[in-house]
């Protein structure tokens, strides 16, 4: 079961307006059960500054695009892989589904100008950007980065919002469960496949070429007597899986120091159930 942050799903949904229409209820009941699906399949979910508010009164249809696409989600284990840590081909396919939902990567542009000269100049490249009438949201998905990239994301929402640019910022990235699960997904994946050696992996996973450093890590363990599935797994999730890279709790953290105030925020972790075995 996922986790909902800011007093639970009843209560984020029940104070959307001060007046609302009966359409405004229906909304508010359609997203508090869509986010349901969400905790219910593992999702971790945390709130603020009145996000759940803003976009059950203004944009219903735009949470809901982003929660079918999640619910839609899945990822092959041996895609971990492969990917060699990096984003993973579903990951893509993700980033795919909400460019065809009118999710668009764009740059935001601002200049200062004073008696006609230019004294600043910023730009902010958001990765998924939804335009609505009544606004729009920006959309980042941190699948396996350096954990700052939290800062910079969290900074741009902060700033693109008080600049009236953008009404919610949503960051999708690792989810508790499948952080702390990753390293028994990956070595399931290959005791399921058989995997005795490395070179067979590269060639099944369509894996990069491994270094001579990662080589070395496996093969110590391996010295020690432990199962090629046990020391590889242990080495690769520890080399591109691991703490100092993006993922629910590091996000976490950040929330709750206040990085990104006064911003109304919804974060979205991706939870082990939507890797496939």
Request: hydrophobic share 40%; net charge neutral.
């Amino acid at each position: 079961m996922g986790r909902v942050h800011e007093g639970g799903l009843r209560a984020a949904f029940l104070h959307c307006r001060t007046t609302v229409s009966p359409c405004d209820h229906k909304a508010d009941g359609y997203l508090a059960a869509m986010f349901k699906r969400l905790t219910d399949r593992g999702f971790d979910i945390a709130i603020r500054n009145h996000a759940e508010a803003i976009l059950a009164g203004d944009f219903p249809q735009v949470a809901e695009e982003v929660i079918a696409a999640l619910l839609d989600f899945s990822i092959p284990a041996q895609e971990l892989i492969g990917s060699g840590g990096g984003e993973a081909p579903s990951t893509q396919r993700l980033r795919r589904r909400l460019y065809d939902s009118g999710w668009p990567k764009h740059n935001f542009e601002f200049k200062l100008v004073v008696d006609g000269l230019e004294t600043v100049s910023q730009s902010h490249e958001i990765d998924h950007v939804r335009r609505a009438e009544a606004g729009t949201i920006a959309l980042e998905i941190e699948w396996n980065n350096k954990d700052p990239f939290f800062d910079r994301d969290l900074e741009n929402f902060q700033r693109l919002h008080a600049q009236s640019a953008i009404s919610v910022g949503i960051l999708i990235t690792r989810g508790a469960s499948l952080q702390n699960g990753m390293l028994s997904i990956v070595q399931r994946c290959i005791e399921t496949h058989g995997f005795i050696d490395e070179a067979e992996m590269v060639e099944r996973f369509q894996m990069k070429d491994r270094t001579k450093r990662q080589r070395d890590a496996v093969q110590r363990l391996l010295d020690r007597q432990t199962s090629f599935a046990t020391a590889f797994s242990r080495q690769f999730v520890s080399d591109k899986f691991g703490a100092a890279t993006t993922h629910w709790n590091k996000l976490k953290s950040r929330i709750d120091r206040g990085v990104g105030n006064p911003c109304p925020l919804l974060l979205i972790g991706l939870p082990a159930s939507v890797v496939r075995l």
